[in-house]
T-cell receptor, first 114, second 115 residues
Framework: NAGVMQNPRHLVRRRGQEARLRCSPM?????VYWYRQLPEEGLKFMVY????????ESGMPKERFSAEFPKEGPSILRIQQVVRGDSAAYFC????????????FGPGTRLTVL | AQSVTQLDSQVPVFEEAPVELRCNYS??????LFWYVQYPNQGLQLLLK??????LVKGINGFEAEFNKSQTSFHLRKPSVHISDTAEYFC?????????????FGAGTRLFVKA
């Protein structure tokens, strides 16, 4: 059973470009979470999605950021018009939706904005 | 509102010494508790979890944690650390409220094991 997959692992963008991060959850998992980790800081929750639904986006900036988890295919975190402050590691986690909500993490995408 | 506090941002320790990484949480409802480890440039891996039952939970790599409900703590311990335990450790609590599950992570404790 493959784990959570994220691609690309490293992404370099210039200011003003779009960044698109992909996450394929573990087989059988229908819950996806996105987190951001800045250098020397902890994990910050961004958004929680189930198939075709955004459940909680309270941690996601209102502008430039969006997320989706379509019926088919991976979850996508999209950052439009990137700025240097968006440089961070973005982690995706998936969960089967058990009552205790154990999350399984991907290896992360490291975004660098030049 | 729920919160997780990891009391130490960095813990240096010599190899083969014991270590305790502290975690306190606040919640008005029942919680499930986790410890994750993050090695450099990698994602998080689950070390152990407390769901119910025995308050002493054993995990991978010789780690264990004790749930103390009265003190709202879930401290992580290892009796003898190894150089390879150098990593960042995150405590997390999971609660169910309106809208679904929510997992809150602490800020992390960086364990540095010295030879």
């Amino acid at each position: 059973n493959a784990g959570v997959m994220q691609n690309p692992r490293h992404l370099v963008r210039r200011r003003g470009q779009e960044a698109r991060l992909r996450c394929s959850p573990m087989k059988g998992h229908s819950h996806v979470y996105w987190y951001r980790q800045l250098p020397e800081e902890g994990l910050k929750f961004m958004v929680y999605l189930q198939k075709e639904n955004i459940i909680d986006e309270s941690g996601m900036p209102k502008e430039r950021f969006s997320a989706e988890f379509p019926k088919e295919g991976p979850s996508i975190l999209r950052i439009q018009q990137v700025v240097r402050g968006d440089s961070a590691a973005y982690f995706c986690a998936s969960s089967p939706g058990t009552y205790y909500n154990e999350q399984f993490f991907g290896p992360g995408t490291r975004l660098t904005v030049l | 509102a729920q919160s997780v506090t990891q009391l130490d941002s960095q813990v240096p320790v010599f190899e083969e010494a014991p270590v305790e990484l502290r975690c306190n949480y606040s919640s008005s409802v029942s919680v499930y508790l986790f410890w994750y480890v993050q090695y450099p440039n990698q994602g998080l891996q689950l070390l152990l979890k407390y769901l119910s039952g025995s308050t002493l939970v054993k995990g991978i790599n010789g780690f264990e944690a004790e749930f103390n409900k009265s003190q709202t703590s879930f401290h992580l311990r290892k009796p003898s650390v190894h150089i390879s335990d150098t990593a960042e450790y995150f405590c997390a609590v999971s609660v169910f409220n309106t809208g679904g599950f929510k997992t809150i992570f602490g800020a992390g404790t960086r364990l540095f094991v010295k030879a």
